[in-house]
């Protein structure tokens, strides 16, 4: 074993943190092979780990014959690492903002409305204005953003999303694996939802855990559920959030539990903050914590609020 890691290898078993190495030995190992010890030339390029960023290897077969002794940094590391990005704070939900009035689009499904030609997400404040305004002038009736008439019947809105579908278009492949998922084909959902997933939709990621722990089509997966929970939350899926807020709760770990519904709070996920104001009466969480995630929800809400989209809701409850 070269000797750089027999040191890494002596302060994980005397339970130091190999990452509390100087800089200067940090950065002597990583321009050497952590196996044969060459160190990188010109000519010798050296190429990282797959799962962390302590070592580098010469070539694979370096890699294979030094695993035995980097495993377990290796997970102790990947761990970190992925705990690192799944418990970052997302700048917004996985729904974004409306793309005509750049506000932030609300968590409730039934105030935004999917255009099926350009799969873009419009608010109900935009979409009501827009119809006034066609109605007023006498206008053909087309779509908000990308300006494609709308469709005359249900055939010709299928037609429209299976293009987007043809396209690569992960929003468009989510709506048919969800329509799929309705009508109780399973397998073909699976196979929508999977394609969407791979293309980095939330929301299918968030579909295919719900798969993974009903069973639908699919053995039972407790890994895979958490793994595509997770995907979803690191997209700002605040329901997925939230459901990895839970699981972490049954399983006793509740520091992690607290970190995910607060997240999920921040997002403006009205059922997370209430675990979190519970929390907080029973000692689980802090007064700091408890007042940021309050200020911060109320913010995220206030911030899909607009006249247009008021407006829009009473115009609503009148038809």
């Known amino acids: 074993l070269p000797r750089p890691w027999r040191r890494r290898l002596r302060q994980f078993h005397s339970g130091n943190n190999i990452l509390t190495m100087s800089a200067d030995e940090t950065e002597a190992d990583n321009n050497c092979c952590a196996s044969c010890g060459?160190?990188?030339?010109?000519?010798?390029?050296?190429?990282?780990?797959?799962?962390?960023?302590?070592?580098?290897?010469?070539?694979?077969?370096?890699?294979?014959?030094?695993?035995?002794?980097?495993?377990?940094?290796?997970?102790?590391?990947?761990?970190?690492?992925?705990?690192?990005?799944?418990f970052r704070q997302p700048e917004s939900s996985y729904l974004g903002d409306c793309p005509i009035c750049c506000l932030p689009l609300s968590n409730d499904d039934d105030k935004s409305i999917l255009m099926g030609c350009c799969s873009k997400?419009?608010?109900?404040?935009?979409?009501?204005?827009?119809?006034?305004?066609?109605?007023?002038?006498?206008?053909?009736?087309?779509?908000?953003?990308?300006?494609?008439?709308?469709?005359?019947?249900?055939?010709?809105?299928?037609?429209?999303?299976?293009?987007?579908?043809?396209?690569?278009?992960?929003?468009?492949?989510?709506?048919?694996?969800?329509?799929?998922?309705f009508e109780g084909d399973y397998k073909?959902?699976?196979?929508?939802?999977?394609?969407?997933?791979?293309?980095?939709?939330?929301?299918?990621?968030?579909?295919?855990?719900?798969?993974?722990?009903?069973?639908?089509?699919?053995?039972?997966?407790?890994?895979?559920?958490?793994?595509?929970?997770?995907?979803?939350?690191?997209?700002?899926?605040?329901?997925?959030?939230?459901?990895?807020?839970?699981?972490?709760?049954?399983?006793g770990r509740m520091d992690r539990a607290i970190k995910h519904y607060i997240i999920a709070a921040k997002l403006g996920h009205d059922r997370s903050l209430e675990v979190v104001k519970k929390n907080y009466t029973n000692g689980y969480v802090s007064k700091e914590d408890f007042a940021a995630a309050l200020r911060a929800h109320q913010a995220a809400v206030d911030a899909t609020k607009s006249a247009q989209r008021e407006e829009a809701e009473a115009g609503r409850r009148v038809m």
Request: charged share 35%.
């Open 38 to 86: 060459i160190a990188e030339l010109d000519d010798i390029k050296l190429m990282d780990c797959d799962a962390c960023d302590l070592v580098r290897y010469c070539s694979e077969k370096c890699q294979q014959e030094h695993r035995p002794y980097h495993e377990l940094l290796c997970k102790e590391r990947a761990a970190e690492l992925r705990d690192e990005i799944l």
């Open 188 to 251: 073909s959902a699976f196979k929508y939802f999977s394609k969407a997933a791979g293309l980095g939709d939330a929301e299918a990621h968030y579909l295919l855990s719900v798969m993974y722990r009903k069973g639908d089509n699919v053995e039972k997966d407790e890994k895979k559920e958490v793994y595509h929970l997770e995907e979803a939350a690191i997209g700002g899926h605040p329901y997925a959030r939230h459901n990895l807020g839970c699981r972490e709760w049954e399983n």
């Open 121 to 181: 997400r419009i608010c109900i404040g935009c979409d009501f204005a827009n119809q006034l305004r066609e109605t007023k002038d006498k206008l053909e009736k087309k779509c908000l953003f990308c300006r494609h008439p709308s469709p005359n019947s249900e055939e010709e809105a299928k037609l429209n999303n299976m293009k987007r579908v043809e396209a690569n278009d992960p929003v468009a492949i989510y709506e048919m694996g969800k329509n799929r998922y």
